[in-house]
């Protein structure tokens, strides 16, 4: 990771050099615009709207429109001489409890990394809030733009959460929040709650969720490259919804079903080890029936070879030749 951002946090009297790095990337797929004709990218070219003359990066300056239809004209050196106090600070202004930080006003995390020199500090605050349970509001300024924000500890870091300012969360404008509530049956409570039940997990696994559409972009991205067929995908059947408790009661059993498949699938895994290792039995039995037919032949010629007088150190290698030769047919018929 690269840094984006440095500067300190003011704790009091305290200040922390610290190093800000982006805690999060987007995996979004990336197209570029091209003629759908031959595939050539599409360039666009900076023009003026007055003179229509291309303008060069160099002389692009910010404008605001205002009302009356005029433009500001705001040059970089106006927006540097522009005070801004938490331009290489983080400011911590209050403590407050995590709950009471509506997740509306979540914007974007960073992870804060100390200095060599500053790692005891880093510490002292990061273990203060952890044993807290609050976190720290604060003011930063990124990028020439001042955001609020909030210190947490998440896995032994602190985490800058940037958020949004109050008149930046809009407040829902719903006709139906001003009139009177439909009355819900407790029958329907109850199957809503068994739904939610039967959905439930104990915590969060981010892991077993993952960007299904993307995906399917990617691989169509390869098909085409590789001039295979394209395929359609089907269409999701259209259920008709009776009622509130119809759909409530398909829901549930939909769950049901779903969690039934799973523990199946999970079952028959252990049916395949059961028949391989019955198989693994049978080839097993097999193989000691020969051995011991084998065993039986050998007994007898080391028998006939005492009776003709051998030594029996003589008779003691042939079993030992024979024994080897007996392992063979059991292996192969095992592995059979």
């Known amino acids: 990771m690269r840094a984006m951002w440095k500067g300190t946090i003011s704790f009091g009297l305290v200040t922390i050099p610290i190093k800000l790095y982006a805690a999060t990337e987007t995996k979004n797929v990336s197209f570029r615009q091209v003629h759908a004709d031959d595939g050539g990218r599409i360039q666009y070219k900076r023009v003026c709207g007055i003179d229509g003359d291309e303008v060069p990066y160099s002389d692009i300056a910010k404008g605001y429109e ?63 809030l952890a044993d807290s349970g609050k976190v720290a509001i604060v003011k930063i300024a990124i990028r020439q733009r001042e955001s609020l924000a909030l210190l947490r500890v998440t896995e032994d870091v602190l985490v800058l959460q940037t958020m949004l300012w ?25 199957m809503a709650g068994m739904l939610i039940e039967s959905l439930s997990s104990e915590v969060f696994e981010p892991d077993k969720h993952h960007d299904e559409y993307r995906e399917a972009v990617l691989s169509l991205v390869q098909a085409k490259a590789e001039g295979q067929e394209v395929f359609t995908a089907p269409e999701s059947e259209s259920t008709e919804v009776i009622d509130l408790m119809s759909a409530l009661q398909a829901s549930v059993e939909s769950a049901g079903s779903a969690s039934g498949a799973r523990s199946r699938s999970s079952g028959s895994g252990s ?66």
């Open 66 to 128: 205002l009302d009356s239809g005029d433009m500001v004209v705001l040059t970089s050196e106006d927006m540097a001489q522009l005070p801004l106090s938490s331009s290489h600070t983080i400011d911590v202004m209050e403590f407050v409890p995590l709950e009471s930080v509506d997740p509306l006003y979540y914007d974007k995390g960073y992870y804060l990394e100390p200095d060599k020199a500053a790692a005891k500090p880093y510490v002292l605050l990061r273990d203060a």
């Open 166 to 190: 109050p008149d930046e969360v809009r407040t829902p404008d719903f006709g139906f929040l001003d009139e009177e509530e439909p009355d819900v049956r407790p029958d329907e409570m109850s």
């Open 271 to 336: 049916s395949g080890s059961a028949r391989k290792a019955s198989n693994g039995g049978r080839a097993k039995s097999d193989g000691q029936k020969s051995s011991s037919k084998t065993t039986q032949k050998t007994s007898a010629k080391s028998a006939s070879g005492s009776k003709d007088g051998k030594a029996k150190s003589s008779s003691g290698s042939k079993s030992s030749g024979t024994s080897k030769r007996t392992k063979t047919p059991t292996s192969k018929r095992s592995a059979s």
